[in-house]
């Protein structure tokens, strides 16, 4: 009797597991399909306006597809990228793009360092936030309406900058955007004006991130600035401030708007960036396979960057831990 | 050589917290003073006010009476080691040392010379030329210490400094301190929760309690006669034994503790008094003793060292007894209490030590 009721016993605490292990692998089946799910709509939206128009665009890349021509479009191979890199016009644009890129980045992230640490060490100046957001309101307009009102600014019969400039010369009032030597500088400012409070923010997340404890062991310490500088912010706040310098870096390779509506890259093609280019074969030519193997060969000179930044990021954090 | 005087020191956060509340007190030169007490006292508030990180409400902060309430901490020219390690990123360990060496206008020969002393001392020889990322925290808090030391500073302040450090480095860099606190004559103030840290290092001990300093004194006093039932219970692992007695401003106390009456003098005519006495100064008989009075064994268990703590039931009271092994280990239901009257300290109605003598009745 004894036996045979152990063995039931046994069984029931079998059946019992079982069921509760069905139920669990019926949870955990839940618990994986949900999330995935969940995730859809926005893989849907990243497919549909990001992977798809790419694929498109890397296909159209070997094609000779013109809009107005009204010729089907006919597959040349690697014609389009073959003409592109014989193009001096393009390798003009391209290393006006790098000067850009280069002159932007660097004023942009040295204004915003030296306004950041400013504002970061008035914690106490009465003002401060009103200041602060005043500062970042460039930030917050479009571009295109900035260089707008710019472009009034700079004009040259009634603009406030050309009639300060000939108040201080002296002489006739510029035309900064209409002539080859000041039009690029002249952009140039307007870039710098709208992205340094980008800078600025940057600046002040990096400082955020500095231990307190170790900016008063400096103090104790008795650091001078620069060493402070080198010592306790630039090694706690230098991946926030790389990472606001690739965004920027990428984000001015892209520059288009603001030189568009400033200059059309204009007088001649002083100010004429990589993109505008892309966007008068595309949107003006609508030579649309060119335009598109441009297109794909400034995907990839971003990605370059972005890999080396990340790169050496890797390796700071690697040497580090 | 600098004395640190304190004047009428107040800080408070907001309207309701006040975390230093009136201190004065005077560190002197050339001793180490542990600033001791529980979580929340103040004593590292009272610390940041010192190295001029924090400024004080009201009071005011002399170095060797040279007023410095309102000087930046780098006027103050101290050196200081926090609770975290702090060193300086990406550099050697050398050159960490070296960075405030630089400000203060040093031969290199002589800047050498100061390293090489400290990271001997602190055991840092082997890791001297290495970067600092990759060092355990005892190592890192070595280095700040270090830096801290090499600078010769008048003033050393240390806020809990061995807290992050796991107990076997703790040891060493225990050692290590006391041995660079005698080497300059440099006054130091240490903040400590942990009063076997402070019994070690201490020539002096300030005991705090909610912003307030209960009694300034060297370890022995302190541990043996504390000017407040506080210093009793926050000293001594577990701290003191306190029996209530109700005497209506006489004098006598009675049972449980004492079977033959003890007389004290009740010049402030206490109603109540505390009966305090260290569980280690409380002696016990396996069997029955003249003058000792009988209790129950409630619970016995073994600590540190070998020691028995014992807890025994003395009519409504529990009291604990520290006990020798020979004694523990034979101990049976019933044990006799015996409390030696100069091991007693009397605490009044409002915790303060009552200045008496017991004596037999």
């Not at chain 2, 912003?211 to 000017?227: A, E, K």
């Amino acid at each position: 009797m004894q036996h045979i009721g152990s063995r039931s016993q046994r069984k029931s605490v079998t059946q019992k597991l079982s069921w509760w292990a069905q139920l669990g692998h019926a949870l955990d089946r839940r618990e994986r399909t949900l999330p995935s799910l969940l995730l859809v709509p926005v893989l849907l939206f990243f497919i549909i306006w990001n992977i798809i128009p790419t694929l498109w665009m890397v296909g159209l890349s070997f094609y000779n597809y013109s809009m107005i021509s009204g010729r089907p479009a006919r597959f040349i191979g690697i014609t389009n990228f073959a003409d592109i890199l014989v193009d001096n016009s393009v390798w003009l644009s391209f290393s006006k793009t790098l000067i850009w890129v280069f002159s932007t980045v660097a004023i942009e992230t040295a204004l915003g360092l030296l306004l950041g640490l400013l504002f970061w060490g008035s914690a106490k100046l009465p003002g401060r936030r009103l200041a602060l957001t005043m500062i970042f309101a460039p930030m917050m307009i479009t571009p295109v309406a900035a260089s707008i009102f710019f472009r009034l600014m700079y004009d040259p019969t009634f603009g406030v900058i050309s009639w300060v400039i000939s108040l201080l010369t002296g002489q006739a009032a510029p035309n900064l955007l209409g002539d080859r030597l000041t039009a690029f500088g002249a952009a140039l400012a307007v870039d710098v004006w709208i992205w340094t409070p980008f800078m600025i923010l940057i600046t002040l997340a990096a400082l955020g991130s500095v231990p307190r404890a170790e900016l008063e062991a400096a103090q104790i310490d008795k650091l001078s600035w620069i060493k402070k500088f080198r010592y306790v912010i630039l090694p706690n706040g230098k991946f926030i401030l790389m990472l606001g310098i690739l965004l920027r870096t990428i984000d001015s390779f892209k520059t288009m708007d603001l030189i568009f509506s400033l200059t059309r890259g204009g007088p001649g093609n002083t100010t004429e960036l990589i993109a505008i280019v892309l966007y008068r074969k595309a949107f003006e030519a609508f030579n649309l396979g060119w335009a598109s193997a441009l297109a794909v060969i400034l995907l990839l000179t971003a990605i370059a960057f972005t890999s080396i930044y990340l790169f050496i990021l890797n390796r700071k954090q690697a040497e580090e831990a | 050589m600098a004395e640190i005087r304190l004047d009428k020191l107040r800080k408070a956060f907001g309207e309701t917290v006040v975390a230093v509340n009136d201190i004065t007190i005077t560190f002197p030169t050339s001793a180490v003073t542990c600033l001791l007490g529980p979580s929340g006292c103040g004593k590292t508030t009272l610390m940041r006010i010192i190295a001029g990180l924090e400024t004080p409400t009201s009071g005011e902060v002399y170095f060797d009476n040279e007023r410095v309430t309102t000087k930046s901490p780098a006027e103050r020219n101290i050196g200081m080691v926090f609770q975290y390690p702090v060193v300086y990123k990406g550099i050697n360990v050398y050159r960490n040392i070296e960075l405030p060496l630089l400000e203060d206008k040093l031969d290199a020969a002589e800047r050498d010379r100061r390293i090489k002393d400290v990271a001997e001392v602190l055991g840092l020889q082997d890791v001297l030329y290495r970067n600092v990322s990759g060092l355990d925290n005892a190592t890192l808090q070595k280095i700040a210490v270090g830096r801290a030391v090499a600078r010769q500073p008048k003033i050393i302040l240390f806020d809990e400094p061995i807290t992050n450090v796991d107990v076997n480095s703790r040891v060493q860099l225990k050692a290590a301190l006391k041995r660079l606190s005698k080497q300059h004559n440099q006054t130091i103030i240490y903040v400590t929760h942990d009063q076997t840290e402070a019994m070690t290092l201490a020539d002096e001990i300030a005991l705090m309690k909610d912003g307030v300093i209960v009694q300034r004194d060297n370890p022995r006093r302190l541990y043996n006669y504390p000017n407040d039932v506080f210093g009793g219970w926050f000293l001594g692992n577990p701290g003191m034994n306190f029996v209530q007695y109700e005497v209506n401003g006489g004098a006598e106390l009675g049972g449980p503790l004492f079977r033959k009456p003890v007389r004290f003098e009740n010049r402030g005519g206490d109603r109540t008094v505390s009966v305090g006495i260290r569980p280690e100064y409380v002696q016990i008989h396996p069997q029955v003793a003249p003058d000792a009075a009988e209790g129950k064994l409630l619970r016995k268990s073994i600590v540190v060292g070998g020691q028995y703590l014992l807890a025994i039931q003395l009519g409504e009271h529990t009291i604990k007894a520290k006990v020798a092994p020979e004694i523990g280990e034979v101990v049976g239901e019933s044990v006799w209490v015996e409390c030696p009257l100069e091991a007693i300290t009397l605490f009044g109605e409002d915790g303060a030590k009552i200045e008496t003598e017991l004596k037999p009745a």
